[in-house]
C-alpha cells in the first residue's frame, strides 16, 4: 500500500469502513469466518490504511485522520444481534 500512496500529498485520511454480517445472529451463531472477516475489514483494514497515510503526515508536519464509529457500539446493550460488528466500531 506504500507504494501505491508514495508521493502523494495526503493531508486528509476518512476511516470509515464497515461491514457486518448478512444478518442479524447472537453472538454464537455468528460463523468464525465472518467473524473473522468484519474484525479484518473494520479493525486491520483501518489500522493498514493509517499506518500507511500516518508517516507521511508526520513527515510534513500535517494531516488529519478521521476515525468514524458507529451508534450501535452504544445500542448493542439493548439490541445484542450485532455484537461483533459495534466491537469493531466502537
Same mark, same amino acid.
Given at each position: 500500500?506504500?507504494? !501505491?500512496?508514495?508521493?502523494?500529498?495526503?493531508?486528509?485520511? @476518512?476511516?470509515? $469502513?464497515?461491514? !457486518? %454480517?448478512?444478518?442479524?445472529? *447472537? *453472538?454464537?451463531? $455468528?460463523?468464525?469466518?465472518?467473524? =473473522?472477516?468484519? $474484525? =479484518? @475489514?473494520?479493525?486491520?483494514? !483501518?489500522?493498514? $490504511?493509517?499506518?500507511?497515510?500516518?508517516?507521511?503526515?508526520?513527515?510534513?508536519? =500535517?494531516?488529519?485522520?478521521?476515525?468514524?464509529? #458507529?451508534? +450501535? #457500539?452504544?445500542?448493542?446493550?439493548?439490541?445484542?444481534? %450485532?455484537?461483533?460488528?459495534?466491537? !469493531? =466500531? +466502537?
Amino acid at each position: 500500500m506504500e507504494m !501505491t500512496i508514495e508521493g502523494l500529498d495526503i493531508g486528509v485520511l @476518512i476511516n470509515n $469502513v464497515g461491514v !457486518t %454480517y448478512p444478518g442479524a445472529m *447472537f *453472538f454464537h451463531e $455468528v460463523d468464525e469466518n465472518i467473524w =473473522k472477516n468484519v $474484525v =479484518k @475489514i473494520n479493525l486491520e483494514g !483501518t489500522n493498514l $490504511v493509517t499506518m500507511a497515510v500516518l508517516p507521511g503526515m508526520i513527515r510534513r508536519r =500535517k494531516g488529519v485522520i478521521v476515525n468514524m464509529g #458507529s451508534g +450501535a #457500539s452504544i445500542v448493542v446493550p439493548s439490541h445484542p444481534l %450485532y455484537s461483533i460488528y459495534a466491537a !469493531t =466500531k +466502537a
